[in-house]
DNA sequence: TTGTATGCGTTATCAT
DNA sequence: ATGATAACGCATACAA
């Protein structure tokens, strides 16, 4: 009784389509894969394909051709806006590709960082999209990866928004919306990043603007108290000393926003805030507040280009893809818009 | 020269790592997978795997076990943000034991939740979480499966919040915090699934504390305008007849809250509202709104244990968490809480 | 306890 | 153009 029946409830192979059809495997694999079969033979393997309903196991054929048609993300959480949006994007690039996309969460922890590279090259991805912060990742030479927001050496292209560009259009809008004295609020990571850009291009802004400013730095872990203190610490009768602020996300601005009011301040009468990041809440077309909108569609779409790229004569080392000025009513707008 | 050299840049195989150590084949499989073995040979193999840098390939592994240690997740997006801390947590959960997730988003579009089913089931993957609403869905038998939030048929079990709960609740607390007429306002899918209970739930809490109430339903695909004619029609002499609205959900109670404020009513003071899900910003601690919480991080740990259950004696055709009330500001509250 | 050999489902290289 | 056969890297039943 043994090895004289199929075995049990397992899903059909090659094999049994050949079987069925009474055509050898090599035959079967072909008119799978698209390629030229006489067209009889062609009509049997499709029917049993129907039949049977065989399909290809992805494994084998991975573990033959030593490709996965995976693609593995690595972002701190889907809970930021921001990162949601990007893991959404980079999906519908993979997807239209006909790639698979491994999403690993890794908490802004750099041992999950690393566990999770080791984990995408066990599971042989064909190659990792990843917005880290592990300065000392090891990343096996083989496996295309491409960065985000963080320049990873000079093998590993990186892809970011014109961070410095952003910063100084901020401080160009502020001044351009009248504003004399502002202040430039920051939390974040402490490493060489992408986004840490933001502060020297609106100090640059400022400075061609002759726009006077202030700057409060704090880093991951601080408490976003301090910029409280801070505000508070430049109202004189209940007037702020400053007229706009620049929060270096949209996130900080929506925090900082809030602290106003309670300040009592008024957004944007008596002081104008602008993000970063160009967060929308629910999908409504109304930006959280006046900001600075990364172009997460055209980020999301470069990434998997270059990942993907196979005949990439030279991969660039870094890309940044221009920002745009939105509003979200936390500014004065001069002009209503009229399209 | 054919056959004589070991091939070119690729990755080490289990074969290289028993050559290196001078051991079988099989020797290396069982250090790598645990199993006993001689401690002078499993030094030997450990410091060879050390010297190779060698990685097991998962997809030999998952050929030759038929276990891939992958699960699929279907869900429309990640920009919705219950959607993005549904994916988080069940990462995190599928994460601790050690299982991948693919991440695939359907876009609410049947076609797309069916393609994704397919490429999953030739993944090998060990079983696919569900968000769907494709009514027709086809899953192969032998692939597990656990729905979130609708009943896909007996063999299949359904996660959710308990909604209807969660309707009643709402109800209560509308009537605890003085309301007197109240409305539901309601928008999307049209079918048959477990959030469409909120509803029935908050008609049941309604009628049992003897307050009247309005409802409004759309579909998905109306016009969030419909909302705001509907509201105008109640308002007389700039008052508006409800002095409490439960919306379906937060993305919507965030909506009419703009609404109300256009129509020159007060939030929370003239009406109060409260939507559901447990949506918070930017991770703050605070909800968008008052808010029946669904408990996300049950959800999805509860979707993960059921599928990956494997001495599961029954599966329960549907499994309903609690709920709870969470307090963002747009309800009146009588006590101060103490904690 | 260790080594050997077979097969997982597929692709690709051969003869036919 | 089609059919047989050998890998791909690993796990495991079996032999030593």
Chains 1, 2 share one sequence.
Do not use: W
């Not at 029946?5 to 694999?29: H, I, Y």
Request: glycine letters at 8%.
């Amino acid at each position: 009784m043994r090895g004289t029946m199929k075995k049990g409830n397992s899903a059909p192979t090659m094999k049994d389509v050949a079987r069925e059809a009474g055509v050898a495997l090599g035959t079967v694999s072909k008119v799978v894969n698209g390629l030229p079969v006489g067209d009889s033979y062609r009509i049997r393997v499709e029917n049993a394909i129907e039949k049977l309903n065989y399909q290809v196991n992805s494994y084998a054929q991975g573990l033959k051709s030593n490709r996965t048609y995976t693609v593995a993300l690595l972002i701190p959480n889907t809970q930021d806006p921001f990162f949601a949006s990007l893991a959404y994007h980079i999906n519908r690039s993979l997807s239209k590709r006909k790639y698979r996309m491994l999403l690993c969460c890794t908490d802004y922890d750099s041992s999950q960082e690393q566990e999770y590279v080791k984990m995408a090259q066990q599971n042989k991805v064909d190659g990792i999209i990843g917005l880290t912060y592990n300065p000392n990742l090891v990343v096996v030479e083989d496996t295309p990866f491409v960065a985000i927001d963080r320049s990873m050496g000079p093998k590993i292209p990186c892809v970011a928004s014109d961070n410095f560009a952003g910063g100084q259009l901020a401080a160009e809008k502020l001044a351009d919306l009248g504003c004399k004295k502002v202040a430039f609020l920051r939390i974040g990571s402490s490493l060489n990043n992408e986004p840490n850009k933001r502060k020297a291009g609106f100090e640059n802004g400022c400075l061609s603007r002759g726009l006077s400013y202030k700057m409060k730095i704090l880093n991951d872990g601080d408490s976003y108290e301090e910029f409280e203190t801070f505000l508070s610490s430049y109202i004189q009768d209940g007037k702020l000393a400053f007229d706009g602020i620049f929060c270096v996300t949209d996130s900080l601005a929506y925090c900082v926003i809030e602290m106003l009011r309670k300040l009592g301040q008024r957004v944007p009468e008596d002081v104008q805030v602008i993000g970063f990041d160009g967060i929308r809440h629910f999908g409504s077309m109304d930006y959280v507040c006046s900001t600075i909108v990364q172009p997460v569609v055209d980020l999301a779409e470069l990434c998997v280009d270059l990942l993907l790229q196979e005949n990439m004569l030279v991969k660039p080392p870094l890309i940044c893809l221009p920002v745009s000025y939105g509003n979200g009513g936390t500014t004065l707008e001069p002009d209503k818009k009229t399209d």
